[in-house]
């Protein structure tokens, strides 16, 4: 028994130091060196420190020269797009019988961005020391949020991980294409109303005081209009630094604290869901992704307030949020779902609570969800169709009296002058 207990206690300290070892990050290391016939032959290789790598290449008969750590800069950033396409990429080749593993070295090797390559590599080398796939991922908050990780485990945990990352691809898909049709319909008119303040800009800085300086020379009182023209034409060109500097560093300082002030993005959040013609439509936005997510998450087999952990956050919006943690309260006392979401407030229309409680009632609520994701995807497309015909002539009116204003009241003393002459 002594015997025992001490080869186990000798066991131990080995046990943490290859458990140490396996929970050290690697890196890509770029080398210089010379072979056997003093050749200089130069390569990549991925290890933990500077030192592995010259053990592993002096193994190999190459006598190093240099070693440099190879820069993951220069390439641009992971975004949403990258994750969704390598998550479709993920799904098809392992559906195709692709390993793993090397699925992870095609896509990582063969990525345009060199981002995206890099955390594609240092995933699989994480898979290639013991980790799950889902614990690969949680170590990347940044990228891979809750709900994908949860999805990728209970994927892995039925043996369904290929058909898990097909409909976490098609959510992910989804959910980006909704997120771009309202942008761009509030990306339209935000960009007009910049070209207008340019273009009024310009004509206040450069056009208007050259009339000025003709209409000096006219001797005569000139009109009202033009007398406002001029004096704001005076004020933008004595003070165009400040005004220039002053919008500048105010939409700085708006988005820079609507990121960091909790209370500033919860105001912003309550205010889009108001906006007039835009605030409907956000909203289905906002229920669209809310419903997506949780027919994505219940489908895979994660327990319904489980689901709901994710979905708040998921749906974008903090007023949402605060609706779903309520939700998940009520349900898991025994409330259904239907109940629950009616005791949120007026977060559902109608016709959201009757399909859910169809779906309740008949067994298919993750169906049921995904139809409603598709109807109120579907009213936001037409929105943004709308809402597009509908600015374009607003917005044409605004700078035909905007920009013809300032002419008129520049060429009135002409006008006049020309009157009066006749």
Partial sequence: MATTSNLAAARKPLRQAESKIKNVKEYTFLWIGKNKTGKIIRGEIRAHSPTVVNA????????????SKKSSGGGGRVGEDDIAMFTRQLSTMMRAGV???????????????????????????????????SQAFRKYPAYFDTLYCNLVAAGEQAGILESLLDRLATYKEKMLAIKRKIKSALFYP????????????????????????????????LPAPTLIVIAMSDFFTEYWYAIFGGIGISVWAFFFALKRSV????????????????????????????TRTLATMFAAGVPLVESLDSVGGAAGNYVYKVGTQKIQSEV??????TSAMQNAGNLFPNMVLQMVSIGEESGSLDSMLDKVAAILEDEVDRAVEALS????????????VLIGGLVIAMYLPIFKMASVIG
């Fill in 332 to 337: 898991s006392t025994g409330m259904s779902l």
């Fill in 56 to 67: 592993m290449l002096r193994r190999q008969g190459v006598l190093v020269t240099k070693i």
């Fill in 263 to 290: 209370p500033m993005q919860i105001a912003f959040d309550r205010l889009f869901l108001r906006l007039p013609l835009f605030g409907d439509m956000i909203r289905k936005g906002v229920i669209a992704r809310w």
């Fill in 190 to 221: 935000t960009a007009i109303i910049i070209v207008a303040f340019v273009i009024t800009a310009i004509i206040m800085i450069f056009v208007v005081p050259a009339f000025k300086d003709i209409f000096k020379s006219f001797g005569a009182d």
């Fill in 99 to 133: 390993p793993l593993l090397q699925t992870f070295e095609i896509v990582g090797r063969g990525h345009d961005n060199p981002a995206v390559g890099k955390l594609l590599l240092d995933i699989k080398a994480d898979v290639e020391t013991g980790s799950s796939l």
């Fill in 389 to 400: 015909s509908l600015m374009e002539p607003m917005i044409m009116v605004i700078l035909g």
